[in-house]
């Protein structure tokens, strides 16, 4: 299962996401000096936001001269009158069916447009695992094998991607996708609460804030540094002893295997 749902986020990831070196989208200023003429909102019974058809949605906000934004983002539940999107521009009114055709609803969460599915899955395998009745630290270890893979390509992945512009340049579509900080948040933060008194998994989840700091981008380290600070005060707040304060803050891919420290690599 965990190698299974590991291969979904791999898919998703290369299928959505261009390499970092590509230029980044321009800006989606302009948005802010339109007026909001329409609003289309959900009315039914709850449904999940499972895709969007982007290439749809571009061609009628080009025939209707406008800016359409997507308010609900892929995963997120919606509920009778929750906002689905807007537009902004447009000289009148879209017609509806225009608008929610190439929104695809459905009854659960998908790993199609849905890049954090597939670790929200992994972290909830890991929590599992690390609850007392189940009291399973390997489990998790071997879910944050799989975490760790898709945060390297996530890392190394333009992820700023929710700007669409027509072919003269002029924005025509905004949808929202998670950040970086977004993704980290979901892969550590129950993990390391959770487990935060298994010196096995803070052990590996040391390993893993340390290989990425190592390979990433500079502009993804920061906000690794800050986690790799949370874990350690983690570690220093739940163990009392010093050496268990030690043990448990050594970097070790396997938990329990051996300590190894990897050393950090400046990019040129």
């Not at 299974?4 to 980044?24: C, K, N």
């Not at 982007?54 to 001269?65: F, K, N, T």
């Not at 500079?218 to 010093?242: G, Y």
């Not at 050496?243 to 938990?255: F, L």
Request: charged content about 25%; glycine content about 6%.
């Amino acid at each position: 299962m965990l190698v299974f749902t590991g291969d979904q986020g791999r898919e998703i990831i290369e299928t959505i996401y261009p390499p970092i070196q590509a230029r980044p989208s321009p800006g989606s200023d302009e948005i802010l000096q339109l007026p909001c003429c329409q609003t289309l909102s959900h009315h039914g019974k709850p449904r999940v936001l499972q895709a969007i058809d982007i290439p749809s949605l571009l061609e009628v906000a080009g025939r209707a001269d406008c800016v359409v934004e997507v308010t609900a983002q892929v995963g997120d539940s919606v509920l009778d009158s929750t906002p689905i999107l807007r537009v902004f521009g447009a000289n009148g009114a879209v017609a509806e069916a225009a608008l929610r055709k190439p929104i695809q609803l459905g009854s659960e969460r998908t790993f199609e447009q849905d890049p954090k599915y597939a670790i929200r899955l992994l972290v909830d395998i890991a929590i599992k695992a690390l609850s007392p009745a189940v009291n399973d630290p390997t489990t998790a270890v071997q879910a944050l094998d799989q975490i760790e893979d898709l945060l390297i390509r996530l890392g190394r992945r333009r992820l700023e991607i929710g700007a669409y512009h027509d072919g003269a340049g002029k924005l025509r579509l905004l949808v929202a996708f998670p950040a970086w900080d977004d993704f980290l948040r979901l892969a550590f933060d129950e993990i390391r609460i959770y487990g935060a008194t298994s010196v096995q998994v803070m052990r590996r989840m040391s390993a893993l804030l340390s290989e990425l700091l190592s390979i990433m981008p500079e502009e993804r380290r920061p906000a690794l540094r800050s986690w790799q600070e949370r874990l350690r005060s983690t570690i220093e707040r739940t163990f009392h002893d010093k050496q268990d304060v030690q043990d448990a803050s050594d970097e070790d891919r396997q938990g329990l295997g051996s300590s190894r420290r990897i050393t950090s690599v400046k990019s040129h």
